[in-house]
Nanobody, 118 residues
Framework: QVQLVESGGGLVQPGGSLRLSCAASGIMFSIYDMTWYRQAPGKQRELVAGITSSGRINYGDSVKGRFTISRAYAKNTVYLQMNSLKPEDAAVYYC????????????WGQGTQVTVSS
């Protein structure tokens, strides 16, 4: 069973930085994409950044130029470096893994809270 464990969330002042990690275990796929989503209270879950198995990257418009996603394939881990954080970045950040074999399989982490406040 695939498990995703996020870490690195916390409280940071506006303009500060945080680095989130998502470690995946129990992976049985040779091809899988990993994506960060976030959800603030009263808002829909939105895509933050994703990286495919081949290394293709995409970002949500609101984080372009400030956030960087990277992936350590040997460690089955994806990172999200968040710089120049704004109060509107505050949310629960979720890691998602989509694996491909005979079908598409979706897995989610439990989420990590990011709070941006002075």
């Amino acid at each position: 069973q695939v498990q995703l464990v996020e870490s690195g969330g916390g409280l940071v002042q506006p303009g500060g930085s945080l680095r989130l990690s998502c470690a995946a275990s129990g992976i049985m796929f040779s091809i899988y994409d990993m994506t960060w989503y976030r959800q603030a209270p009263g808002k829909q879950r939105e895509l933050v950044a994703g990286i495919t198995s081949s290394g293709r990257i995409n970002y949500g418009d609101s984080v372009k130029g400030r956030f960087t996603i990277s992936r350590a394939y040997a460690k089955n881990t994806v990172y999200l470096q968040m710089n120049s954080l704004k109060p509107e970045d505050a949310a629960v950040y979720y890691c998602n893994l989509v694996g491909y074999s005979d079908s598409r399989y979706d897995y989610w982490g439990q989420g990590t809270q990011v709070t941006v406040s002075s």
